[in-house]
């Protein structure tokens, strides 16, 4: 297995374009969710997913939209980047464990907005 | 709003010694515990405790749970340098899929 899988690892983007960034496991899991990770800061959610076509807000929504067509697939679109954004995106999935706090972290993609 | 702070921010100390990482946390209608480590990159899970399940050990690590006082530590015997890592705590609360994390631990092990 290869686990959950991130595209691109490095991306910089300028003020106002879009982008998506990927994210897939081949785990089967059902809860997937999307982290952004700042310096001296800890991890914090923006959105996840408990299955197909169900997705709901984390803790720091705005700016970003996902979808979740398949069980396998997980994309973070962000809408019109800000310099905000900058950060480490990680994706996570779990498997049915107590909450789906058990959770799998992809290697991460850094984003740099100028 | 759910609550997450671990103490010390950072730690030096040598292989060989023990060392303690704590996290003390707010939670509406707590359901569990996590801590996760952190090297370069992803977070990995080390352990889950909950209601059911206040200890945990695997190896050299062990982390209990006080749900009365509201704090968990982290115990790491023998240190090793590839100890050497973020230690990430995370609270989850009942009828929520979200985990709030603290601001972690940065733990050097130095030989």
């Known amino acids: 297995n290869a686990g959950v899988t991130q595209t691109p690892k490095f991306q910089v983007l300028k003020t106002g374009q879009s982008m998506t960034l990927q994210c897939a496991q081949d785990?089967?899991?059902?809860?997937m969710s999307w982290y952004r990770q700042d310096p001296g800061m800890g991890l914090r959610l923006i959105h996840y997913?408990?299955?197909?076509?169900?997705?709901d807000q984390g803790e720091v929504p705005n700016g970003y939209n996902v979808s979740r067509s398949t069980t396998e697939d997980f994309p973070l679109r962000l809408l019109s980047a800000a310099p905000s954004q900058t950060s480490v995106y990680f994706c996570?999935?779990?498997?049915?464990?107590?909450?789906?706090?058990?959770?799998?972290f992809g290697p991460g993609t850094r984003l740099t907005v100028t | 709003e759910d609550k997450v702070v671990q103490s010390p921010l950072s730690l030096v100390v040598h292989e060989g010694d023990t060392v303690t990482l704590n996290c003390s946390y707010e939670?509406?209608?707590?359901?569990?515990l996590l801590w996760y480590k952190q090297e370069k990159k992803a977070p990995t899970f080390l352990f889950m405790l909950?209601?059911?399940?206040i200890e945990k050990k695997s190896g050299r690590l062990s982390s209990i749970l006080d749900k009365k006082e509201l704090f968990s530590i982290l115990n790491i015997t023998a240190t090793q340098t590839g100890d050497s890592a973020v230690y990430l705590c995370?609270?989850?609360?009942?009828?929520?899929?979200?985990?709030?994390f603290g601001k972690g631990t940065k733990l050097s092990v130095i030989p």
């Open positions: 939670v509406t209608n707590f359901r569990s």
């Open positions: 909950t209601s059911s399940g």
């Open positions: 997913s408990v299955g197909a076509g169900i997705t």
């Open positions: 785990m089967n899991h059902e809860y």
């Open positions: 996570a999935s779990s498997p049915p464990s107590e909450g789906y706090y058990e959770q799998y």
């Open positions: 995370a609270v989850g609360g009942a009828g929520s899929y979200q985990l709030t």
